[in-house]
């Protein structure tokens, strides 16, 4: 055993232990978080420090996972998505780092896994086709020369964040002449200048044990990883080199200012802003750290928080959405500002920015903000969070930085001492004081002048073609030959039957054949329950109105209602103040809407939850109880300015999230006519609601209809608070069932929801095209099909997978270069749905989608494709979730009317299904059925493939 354990210590606050080890030959380091978590988590992490915007460390990322030495098969990365029951399998590349993850509850699968992802990262073949594939090439359809390959176009998907393009705006006059300077992911218009060569010596000059962290997590023996480690990597890479570190940016002698010009569909008179950024400690400096957070939560925490205050009620703009710290680079960057501003505001936006930090300076802040701020850091390290990532993944990325950089990797898992000695200074009144006159004092500060531009897109669309152009006029025909020779190649390539007999994999007979057990709730008739759950200290309470019985017109309405709430007044108290007292109660508060259809009864219905959610830790649920019994029975609506100031807000944010939005856009257009739940959707998140907003828009320019507004918020929260209640919260032991009866609230007893919603007219099948300035598409397809329950709904699960697996990656994503391709069967609603996400084309990607169908039916099916698609789906049926989640999911199952039977019989189903089957779906329920389509398209000029343009922009417009 080549690794030597250099310390042991216990986090108390995750009741776990961290390892540290090291081998001292290569100077490579293992980090292992041992907890009793069934899910085994890994990640080998690189340091990337790119100097050019080519993306090489992004498509170098790409390319490891096309085969390595050990495992010579074209994609290994997405086989093993299919061969394996890994909970989680990704690769991620950081402005400073690469990454590559992987997790399992499945010991076998954990080290098979571990095998490819080690050969893969050291190893990989690096292929000048997968390089085509991948990273970019040059394409010739018809006589024209242009551009393909997976990232050139994910990273035109990219782009059309206008966040991104300030962040990266700032980054390159911050950290001029470091890493940070440039694209990580790589600039669309800079890729095509990346070599083959580049990249394989990029890879060389980063890839090494010797710049390499692993890190594991859960209950797995660090010992028995490293002894794989040690086998497949350090006793084949010999040395060891000094750590690669980003560069520290150098400080300024004085101030700078810049312009930074955004993507903006409609660059209106008040889409201007100004934006103050400072070079702050190392990120890796856990007091530089915290004495960040805390500045943020004095300054922008909350309505009441002296900036966040004086920009929300100054009159003009609002506040920028990048306001507060952001740890993602080496050193940390502060950021205050205002968007939403007229060229002429923006200087007045910078003085009443520098002259309120001048003011907290003087006056600082309360000791109990600060106090709250640091209860929600010793919360968020005890919380047991779920989501996307594992829990022990999030943690292992979130302490990734701290030991890339230098720092002690324990402050990521357990500050307690850092926060202890921030408790007794924020004491002393001159501390947050002090860190305020910092700012003011410090050189290192950007100052931006943001500025919208309309033509953006066009702008750098012209750069390209201008390229092409002049590559293809100085071509010659060897050139020309070239190119199609080896897109011929690529094509074959693509195209060739792949044997993945080299690659390890899990069979249907590996897994269980019964569903995992739902945690055991109480008699569901009870307005209230209490849960217990292994939360490590957390208390968490949801009141949950069930608004199902409410109309049609009222759902844009009751997302409203839900957006503004949390940011309003409460009582006598006005929303600055209430603000204020909700942070000081709890780490979080918030508002939720969502619908599913209900699987009880003979036909669909729509179960719609309006829920108020809290979480504190144990010892303070008492001020879980009263913040919601609070929030709830003594909501107000009457600060109508504040209203109107929200509103437009929301209004700005859709206009300018448009190109980014785009696929939800498209997806909910699809798929409404056959799901009541995107039916709901597109009234509160689909294109129409962007014809509410952009009617609210023009309502609150008079006093009339603000009031108007005001009302209707004010009558709709009555009818909320007399809708069917359900009082849930969660802890350890009794806590539960405690905080539960603390809870005073309104509300019908739940035993009255109405069984059936009301029902509601048929909508025609969609096919339109969904239309806004961008450089991609994201396209949709779907079918109606029976739902859960029906003996068709698993092998229609698994022929999603298949179909994704064995003809749309590769037509998509490969051949065509988009960034995914993929089918889902949603079995709750009973919509099957085929789609393209970043795709450079339209029309030659619904040509994919039919095509997909007539291969299922007509190709003879393989035994060990089918299984693989099976273990796909079971793959995503036993993700395990946080402690509350699963308590959550199983009063979701039983309010949908999913019962144990259904679960057993679904399972069962996947596991037994057959070629026949999976025929004999796709014939009856895809084959001569013309799908709905949808898509967002990013111009008007390519094939739209007969949809019907929709402009989005005249719907956003409507307000302008």
Request: hydrophobic share 45%.
């Amino acid at each position: 055993m080549t690794f030597i354990e250099k310390r042991v210590r216990p986090i108390n606050a995750m009741q776990a232990v961290l390892k540290e080890y090291e081998d001292p030959a290569s100077g490579a380091r293992h980090i292992h978080l041992a907890t009793d978590d069934a899910e085994m988590v890994f990640l080998v992490a690189f340091p990337t420090v790119p100097d050019k915007d080519d993306g090489r460390a992004h498509i170098l990322e790409h390319l490891a996972l096309c085969g390595s030495n050990r495992y010579p098969v074209r994609d290994p990365f997405f086989s093993m998505l299919r061969r394996s029951t890994a909970t989680y399998m990704n690769a991620m590349t950081y402005p400073d780092r690469t990454v590559y993850p992987f997790a399992s509850t499945s010991k076998a699968d954990f080290f098979n896994l571990l095998g490819v992802y080690l050969d893969a990262a050291f190893f990989p073949k690096l292929d000048y086709l997968d390089f085509l594939q991948e990273g970019w090439r040059y394409t010739l359809e018809d006589g024209k020369l242009g551009y393909g390959g997976v990232v050139f176009n994910e990273m035109k998907g990219a782009f059309a964040d206008p966040m991104r393009a300030l962040a990266q705006g700032m980054d390159s006059v911050l950290f001029k002449g470091t890493t940070y300077e440039v694209e990580s992911g790589g600039d669309p218009l800079a890729i095509p200048s990346l070599t083959h060569e580049d990249l394989r010596q990029f890879h060389a000059g980063h890839y090494h044990p010797s710049q390499a962290v692993f890190m594991t997590a859960g209950a797995i023996d660090p010992l028995q990883v490293q002894q794989v480690i040690a086998e497949h990597v350090l006793s084949r890479l010999q040395g060891t080199a000094r750590r690669m570190m980003p560069e520290l940016a150098p400080s300024w002698d004085a101030p700078r200012e810049t312009t930074i010009r955004i993507p903006s569909p409609t660059a209106k008179d008040d889409e201007f802003g100004i934006q103050l950024a400072w070079l702050a400690g190392e990120s890796a400096d856990a007091t530089a750290y915290y004495r960040a957070q805390l500045l943020e939560a004095g300054l922008v925490g909350d309505a009441a928080a002296p900036l966040l205050h004086v920009m929300e009620s100054a009159g003009y703009g609002r506040p920028s959405a990048f306001n507060g710290m952001d740890p993602s680079h080496r050193q940390l960057v502060f950021h205050l500002g205002m968007e939403g501003l007229t060229r002429d505001q923006v200087g007045k936006a910078r003085d009443l920015i520098w002259r309120t930090l001048e003011k907290t300076a003087e006056t600082g802040v309360p000791h109990a903000v600060l106090r709250a701020a640091l209860r929600d850091l010793r919360f968020s390290q005890r919380e047991i969070q779920g989501g996307q990532l594992p829990y022990g993944m999030r943690k292992l990325l979130q302490a990734l930085p701290f030991e890339m950089a230098g720092g002690d990797i324990m402050t990521a898992f357990d500050s307690e001492a850092t926060l202890a000695q921030l408790e007794e200074q924020i004491a002393d009144p001159d501390f947050f004081k002090s860190m305020v006159r910092e700012l003011l004092a410090s050189p290192t500060r950007l100052t931006a002048t943001v500025e919208p531009d309309a033509r953006y897109f066009d702008a750098r669309s012209e750069v390209e073609q201008r390229r092409l152009a002049e590559r293809q006029e100085a071509m010659d025909p060897a050139e020309a030959a070239r190119i199609a020779t080896e897109s011929e190649s690529l094509l074959a390539r693509q195209r060739r039957p792949v044997n993945n007999d080299v690659l390890p994999r899990i069979r249907p007979d590996d897994v269980s054949p019964l569903p995992r057990p739902l945690h055991q709730l109480p008699d569901g008739t009870r307005r209230t329950l209490g849960l217990e759950i292994a939360s490590n200290g957390i208390s968490y309470a949801r009141v949950v109105y069930d608004v199902s019985a409410f109309d049609e017109a009222d759902w844009p309405w009751l997302d409203l209602y839900a957006e503004l709430l949390p940011d309003l007044g409460v009582g006598e108290m006005d929303f600055a103040q209430a603000g204020s007292w909700r942070k000081q109660l709890a780490p979080s508060f918030s508002v939720d809407l969502d619908a599913h259809e209900s699987l009880a009864g003979a036909g669909a219905s729509l179960r719609i939850h309006l829920a108020f959610s809290s979480r504190n830790v144990r010892e303070e649920q008492a001020a879980i109880a009263e913040l919601l019994s609070t929030s709830i029975r003594s909501a107000r609506f009457d600060e109508s300015d504040r209203i109107a100031f929200l509103i437009e807000q929301i209004a700005e944010n859709q206009v300018q999230d448009l190109a980014d939005q785009g696929d939800q856009y498209a997806v909910i257009a699809a798929e409404l006519p056959y799901s009541l739940r995107r039916r709901f959707q597109d009234a509160v998140d689909g294109a129409a609601s962007l014809r509410f907003y952009s009617a609210l828009g023009q309502q609150i320019e008079s006093d009339d209809g603000l009031q108007a507004i005001c009302e209707r918020l004010a009558a709709l929260h009555q009818r909320v608070l007399a809708a069917p209640v359900r009082v849930i919260a969660a802890g350890v032991g009794s806590d539960g069932a405690e905080l539960a009866a603390m809870l005073d609230v309104p509300g019908a007893d739940p035993a009255t929801v109405p069984a059936v919603a009301p029902e509601r007219a048929p909508v025609a099948p969609a096919s339109i095209a969904l239309v806004a300035p961008a450089q991609v598409n994201h396209c949709f397809a779907s079918w109606s099909v029976p739902r859960l329950g029906d003996a068709d709904a698993p092998v229609l699960s698994v022929l999603a997978n298949l179909m994704t697996n064995q003809v749309l990656h590769q037509a998509l994503r490969e051949e065509g270069g988009a960034y995914g391709g993929t089918a889902r069967y949603a079995a709750h609603s009973g919509v099957f749905t085929m789609l393209s996400y970043r795709d450079p084309r339209l029309a030659g990607t619904y040509d994919d989608f039919a095509r997909a169908i007539a291969w299922v039916i007509e190709s003879a099916l393989d035994r060990e494709h089918i299984e693989e698609a099976i273990i796909g789906v079971i793959g995503e049926l036993d993700k395990p979730r946080s402690p509350h989640q699963e308590a959550m999911q199983a009063w979701q199952l039983r309010e949908a009317g999913v019962t144990d039977a259904m679960r057993v019989q679904f399972r069962r189903g996947v596991l037994e299904c057959t070629a026949e089957q999976l025929k004999g779906v796709a014939a009856r329920h895809l084959l001569n059925t013309a799908p709905s389509r949808a898509a967002f398209a990013g111009n008007t000029t390519q094939d739209l493939a007969g949809l019907a343009v929709v402009d989005l922009m005249a719907m956003v417009g409507e307000a302008a």
